[in-house]
């Protein structure tokens, strides 16, 4: 896939790195996801618009002020480029931008807040970090918090476009799930071998038609 690099996040850059150094002065840290909706609320970006902002999932999302968790940030385009300010001490807290670590924190801090004795249910798109960081926020609340009582995932749907295969960072089956204490044995567990800009939609279309 080619992403031509002046059309995409450098385009960004400039209005971002306004709100990075004025939370730096003001000694406030924000997460990635929340220097975006600023820009967003701010209207900061509206010149750069492609598509109708009421198809944009980040504005929806912004709108209704939803928690995202978003690992590995720093392995990213703008990750790079907010090391690159930093290390031009443009930005003089390198924790201005609030860590991957502290996503978990926060990721455990909400499940515990909204798991109740249910549970909660994981949906999962695609593969790599992007589901292996979330799923894991159970074990570690079980595991290294030691908080037995921490229900386990109540259902794992995934879909996913990946090799099937044991071990695999992506494509796992759901029953290895089990045994590395993210799921129970009883839970339910399905994987959609499909293409998720088909599939996806279809499944959150009949779920709100369902829930209507």
């Known amino acids: 896939t080619c992403i031509p690099e002046e059309e995409a996040i450098r385009r960004i850059e400039k209005q971002i790195l306004e709100e990075w150094t004025a939370a730096d002065r003001e000694g406030k840290s924000y997460f990635p996801h ?8 701010k209207g900061s970006l509206e010149t750069y618009y492609q598509i109708d902002p009421k198809d944009s999932w980040l504005v929806a999302a ?8 978003v690992p590995g940030w720093e392995d990213s385009t703008l990750g ?5 300010h930093c290390l031009r001490k443009d930005v003089r807290n390198v924790h201005t931008v609030r860590s991957g670590i502290e996503y978990m924190m926060a990721l455990a801090e909400w499940y515990q807040a909204n798991a109740g004795s249910r549970g909660i249910g994981f949906f999962q798109i695609g593969g790599g970090i992007a589901g292996d960081f979330p799923i894991c926020v159970v074990p570690m609340l079980i595991q290294d918090m030691e908080l037995k009582d921490t229900p386990l995932w109540a259902y794992f749907c995934q879909i996913s476009d990946s090799t099937t295969s044991y071990g695999s960072y992506s494509g796992a089956i ?3 799930k089990i045994t590395w204490g993210k799921l129970s044995i009883e839970a339910p567990k399905y994987v959609i071998e499909s293409d998720a800009t088909i599939v996806a939609p ?3 279309a009949y779920v709100l038609e369902t829930a209507g």
């Open 34 to 41: 929340e220097f975006l909706y600023r820009l967003i609320r």
């Open 62 to 69: 912004c709108e209704k002020n939803l928690p995202i968790f």
């Open 80 to 84: 790079n480029i907010y090391a690159s």
């Open 174 to 176: 759901p029953n290895e």
């Open 202 to 204: 279809l499944i959150f």
